[in-house]
């Protein structure tokens, strides 16, 4: 339903940048990481100077994880706290992407400094936030998370 509205809305105005990147949402949620990468590129070049652009990089971070590009997704996760170093979004993708990449020593830093912004998360509170993932996509966050040792309960 959520698709439905924003083709709509972009077909009403294909230069809204804040559509694209939760239209880019969607299909990362999907794990259609090309598709997600062209939308989320599209809002960059849209709304260059937006100061939530750090959203945009946490995106194509989460992405790249999605399509196990894991040093990308690093790379794009570094951008999107460079922007905002509280984004527990982009940390979480780092976290698991330093934990497949098996740079346990780092991933379990990155999750002491996503658990000092966010202390109550486990793996139970993951599931709950991320139920709309892909199944494939909820696995591989939840297998890196347990490599870098966040508590389950």
Avoid at 47 to 64: E, N
Avoid at 82 to 105: E, I, N, Y
């Amino acid at each position: 339903m959520a698709a439905a509205a924003l083709d709509r809305a972009l077909a009403l105005n294909p230069n809204a940048a804040h559509a694209w990147i939760a239209r880019g949402f969607i299909h990362a949620l999907r794990n259609q990481p090309e598709a997600a990468i062209e939308a989320c590129e599209r809002a960059r070049r849209l709304s260059p100077f937006d100061p939530h652009s750090y959203r945009y990089a946490g995106l194509i971070a989460f992405v790249h994880l999605a399509a196990r590009r894991f040093e990308q997704a690093i790379e794009w996760a570094d951008r999107a706290l460079h922007g905002q170093q509280r984004f527990v979004s982009a940390l979480r993708v780092k976290v698991v992407a330093l934990a497949h990449l098996g740079h346990l020593d780092a991933a379990r830093a990155e999750l002491n400094r996503m658990l000092a912004i966010d202390p109550k998360l486990t793996i139970a509170g993951f599931r709950t936030i991320a139920r709309f993932q892909a199944p494939e996509l909820h696995e591989l966050f939840l297998t890196g998370l347990r490599l870098a040792d966040l508590p389950e309960k």
